[in-house]
């Protein structure tokens, strides 16, 4: 089976702080992927990065960070110096080779003025 | 080249009746999805095909069925509907795992589907 957990569930935070989203993730595959996506109040789903599980760079864009750890089997996405426009739901998922797929609940980040 | 399109984005239905939801991409993807979104919560897998002609169980199947008859459509059939199907339901599709480097995942814009 295979699970995927977004523990926090809502996170506040100013405008320019510094805010991580943890993910943890469960499965027996050796190959699986990973990703985030973002989910503002619009509604449609925005895919921000892909990982997969033979390469454990971290890897920035701009104001985003992922953190890919195997060891710990987290894969956490850091924003720096929020902007209020970053404020949405965001979701981790893990899809395997047999292409079924799981997303955590995800975490509402509200970023405030 | 559209992505992924849902079909409809709202409906409203009335407990028992039937409907048939509508997902098409035009990216000659192998992979395809169904999800539903209840309110505060993720996305939850209904069912998926990994190519066309198949079709397999996700997480929440019961109540649902789904056929893959051409590679391009996915349809999600709710026979008879009820108040607990009442959800934003997600498709996606994706390429097969050789191509999956070069792409990401698509997801259509979602429908809105309300039962009374």
């Known amino acids: 089976a295979q699970k995927v957990t977004q523990a926090q569930t809502e996170i506040s935070v100013v405008e320019k702080e510094d805010v991580t989203l943890d ?3 469960e499965t027996r595959d ?3 992927y990973l990703f985030w996506y973002k989910q503002p109040p619009s509604g449609e789903l925005v895919f921000l990065i892909r990982r997969n599980s033979f390469d454990e760079q971290n890897e920035i864009s701009g ?3 992922w953190n890919f750890q195997k060891s710990t089997s987290s894969f956490n996405f850091t924003i720096t110096a929020s902007q209020v426009v970053d404020s949405a739901v965001y979701f981790c998922a893990l899809w395997v080779r047999a292409g079924k797929s799981t997303f955590g609940d995800g975490t509402t980040l509200t970023v405030k003025p | 080249n559209a992505g992924v399109t849902q079909t409809p984005k709202f409906r409203v239905l009335k407990t028992g009746q039937s409907m048939t939801l509508l997902c098409a991409q035009d990216m000659n993807h192998e992979y395809m999805y169904w999800y539903r979104q209840d309110p505060g919560m993720g996305l939850r897998l209904i069912h998926y095909s ?3 002609g198949t079709t397999a169980k996700g997480e929440v199947p019961d109540g649902y069925n789904v056929s893959r008859l051409k590679k391009q459509n996915f349809l999600l059939g709710l026979e008879s509907a009820a108040p607990s199907q009442t959800s934003v ?3 996606a599709s994706r390429p097969g795992l050789s191509k999956l480097a070069g792409g990401s995942q698509f997801f259509g814009p979602g429908t809105r589907l309300t039962v009374l």
């Open chain 1, 63 to 65: 104001r985003y960070s």
């Open chain 2, 50 to 52: 990994v190519g066309e």
């Open chain 1, 30 to 32: 050796t190959t699986y």
């Open chain 1, 23 to 25: 993910c943890v993730y």
């Open chain 2, 89 to 91: 339901y997600f498709c």
